[in-house]
Structures are given as C-alpha cells and as structure tokens.
C-alpha cells in the first residue's frame, strides 16, 4: 500500500506571497492532520481534518489554513509568507476506525519551505 | 494530555538491545502510550502503541508497568538505521490526531 505523500517536497518562496501543500494519505484513510516542524519550535500540530471537515486545531494565527476533499486528499495554504514560516511541512493519515476513533497516525515525508 | 519525560540521549551498540524508557506519571485511564521515531529530515514514523498491557510488532515490544506510569520501548536488535529521535507520547484513545511532540530521546547506535 503506498504511503502518504507530498508535494511538493521542496519549495522557495518571497515574504509575503502564499503558498498551497499538497497531501495525499494514505487509501482508505479518512483523517489527515498537518503539522510544522521548525528547529526552535520542534513539531507542531497544525489541524486535522475528517470527512471533509476541520476537527482540531491548533495555536497558528489565521494565515494558515487548510482544506479536505471528498477524496480524502487534503491542502493547506500559507498566506503573507513571513520568514519564521520556513519549516518543514508535514502531513499525516490516520484510519478512522469507528467507535475507536483514530489511533496511529502515518507521516509523510514532508515539504520543506523556504521563505526567503 | 499526560506530560512525558525522557532521557535526551542515549547509546547502543549494533546488536544490542535498545531499552528506551518513558516517564508518564500522570497518565490516566483512557490515555494511549504512543511511540514515534523520526529518523533525520524524514517525517515520524509510527513504531508501536499500548493501553495496558505488553506490544509487540516487527518493529519493537512495549513493556508498560502495571501502575502505568511509565513505559520502555524496546528496539530488540538495534542497527545503525535505528538511529534517531525516538518520541514517546501519551494520548486518549480514539483521538490520535493533535500529537504533542515533546524534545524525545536521541538513540545514537554504533559500531
């Protein structure tokens, strides 16, 4: 079974333009959470979506956002790129598993941005 | 969420088994002992997870004591791809999405 991907994985961008990532999970997976890693910050939760809708979130200003298909696949968007936004960008699946809700989750390997 | 704590680092040779332990004091009840290994700029990678009792998969065991407070993960015969952070997260079941990654263990495995 393939695993999740991203794309793409590596992207330069100007302070102050947006940007839109790209995560397919993995088949038959239902939820997809994103997260940021920074060295400063280490990894940080981003959101989490589920049928299409956000579920959780996390403590990230209004310029992120993020959106599912009724695929499954999901995007999340950057916009007014700041420098502190350089990171890398990580997705994850998770199988929903009924009244056991989601238990692990399965990362891919990640989009490296750059704000330059 | 239960707060971990581990070493920030740790040795083994290749071959050896790596015993990696985790601190969850506070855990309660429903909560999910989780452990992630990220090897250098890949993503995390989901190894093992356990409620109560002992896990064991292709990748490691799960040794949890009986008061729950605190946990070891076992990596039985380690190999220099074993070489990474290793996160040990604690979380209610059913909700494994919003994972707070906390500084992990460095696992260096040598020659």
């Known amino acids: 079974k393939a695993g999740v991907t991203q794309t793409p994985r590596y992207l330069i961008k100007t302070r102050g333009q947006q940007v839109t990532l790209s995560c397919s999970p993995i088949s038959g997976h239902r939820s997809v959470s994103w997260y940021q890693q920074t060295p400063g910050q280490g990894l940080q939760f981003l959101f989490e979506y589920f049928s299409e809708t956000q579920r959780n979130k996390g403590n990230f200003p209004g310029r992120f956002s993020g959106r599912q298909f009724s695929n499954s696949r999901s995007e999340m968007n950057v916009s007014t790129l700041e420098l502190g936004d350089s990171a890398l960008y990580l997705c994850?699946?998770?199988?929903?598993?009924?009244?056991?809700?989601?238990?692990?989750?399965?990362f891919g390997p990640g989009t490296r941005l750059t704000v330059t | 969420d239960a707060k971990t704590t581990q070493p920030t680092s740790m040795d083994c040779a290749e071959g050896r088994a790596a015993n990696l332990p985790c601190n969850h004091s506070?855990?309660?009840?429903?909560?999910?002992v989780y452990w992630y290994r990220q090897i250098h700029s890949q993503g995390p990678q989901y190894i093992i997870h356990?409620?109560?009792n002992n896990e064991t998969n292709e990748m490691a065991s799960l040794i949890i004591t009986e008061d729950r407070k605190s946990s070891t993960l076992i990596l039985p015969h380690a190999t220099l791809r074993d070489t990474a952070v290793y996160y040990c997260i604690v979380r209610v079941g059913g909700t494994a999405s919003k994972l707070t990654f906390g500084t992990g263990t460095r696992l260096q495995v040598t020659l």
């Open positions: 356990g409620l109560k």
């Open positions: 994850a699946s998770s199988p929903f598993r009924g009244d056991r809700g989601t238990l692990e989750q399965y």
């Open positions: 506070t855990i309660s009840g429903n909560e999910y």
